[in-house]
């Protein structure tokens, strides 16, 4: 087949997963439950881990670990933090995500770490867990230059005194529907690899990725594979997506740029 054709082929192929294209990014509420929930213990635990990974990712020096140990590799971390926090799986799949992308961007200018979190509410449900919402301060303090911030709304889903997950608020949560959905345009990147479809999933990425990184992608992935958002590592339509197995292991980063023709980039993290 000529190129030409191959690449009409795979637009065709990428229109058809598209599906509802227009799908709503979006999920919809349901109303908060009827007894009132105080979401700070959550909020707590949120703070702790995020403090933990970014001191520890980030070598902070001023800012000592009292649950990851010294060295921990991301995995010997991550098991660290659900053990001592009690992480449902989702908030478990998040501290990975976060602790992978950390360890591929330490700054070793980074002297401080401090989390700031204000606005804690309930604002709804979801698929019966009471969902709260928190904005976060992430600081940096750096022994020459700037201290840098970021501030982030997470949306949290409890579980009990757990803290289940911990997720991206758009405000509402992330469908995963749909290619303006930075999960669902994973999906759609994935289930093009999983098919076999590397033409598609190449124009998908806009020949950034190769056949031999998707393959590797393929292997790696399947139906169980979950997908997790980082909102701390948004820049401007740019998304992070992970891809993790049900034990809560990276297996892939994606790279999600939202737009008229969103694109999807693979990165191998193994």
């Not at 190769?210 to 992935?221: G, I």
């Not at 992070?240 to 694109?263: H, K, W």
């Amino acid at each position: 087949m000529s190129r030409r054709l191959a690449r009409t082929a795979a637009v065709a192929t990428l229109l058809l997963l598209t599906g509802c294209a227009s799908a709503d990014p979006v999920s919809t509420l349901d109303d908060a439950p009827a007894e009132a929930i105080d979401p700070t213990g959550q909020v707590t635990i949120l703070t702790t881990m995020l403090t933990e990974l970014y001191a520890h990712g980030l070598d902070a020096g001023s800012t000592p670990t009292s649950i990851i140990s010294d060295g921990a590799t991301v995995a010997v971390a991550v098991n660290e933090l659900t053990s001592a926090l009690d992480l449902g799986e989702g908030a478990r799949d998040f501290a990975a995500a976060t602790a992978f992308e950390l360890s591929v961007a330490a700054d070793e200018a980074v002297d401080e770490v401090d989390v700031a979190t204000s606005g804690a509410e309930i604002v709804g449900s979801h698929d019966g867990q009471p969902v709260a919402t928190v904005r976060v301060v992430l600081s940096a303090s750096r022994t020459s230059g700037p201290t840098t911030e970021a501030t982030v709304t997470y949306a949290l889903l409890l579980d009990g005194d757990r803290l289940a997950d911990v997720e991206t608020w758009a405000p509402g949560l992330d469908s995963g529907v749909g290619l303006s959905s930075p999960t669902g345009a994973a999906q759609r990147f994935l289930d093009l690899v999983q098919a076999g479809d590397l033409e598609a999933a190449r124009f998908f990425s806009d020949d950034v990725n190769t056949d031999a990184q998707l393959q590797v992608l393929a292997t790696a992935t399947d139906d169980d594979t979950r997908l997790v958002e980082l909102p701390q590592a948004q820049l401007g339509s740019a998304h992070v997506v992970y891809a993790l197995d049900p034990q809560g292991s990276v297996l892939g980063r994606f790279e999600v740029l939202l737009g008229s023709q969103t694109r999807v980039v693979y990165s191998p993290t193994a």
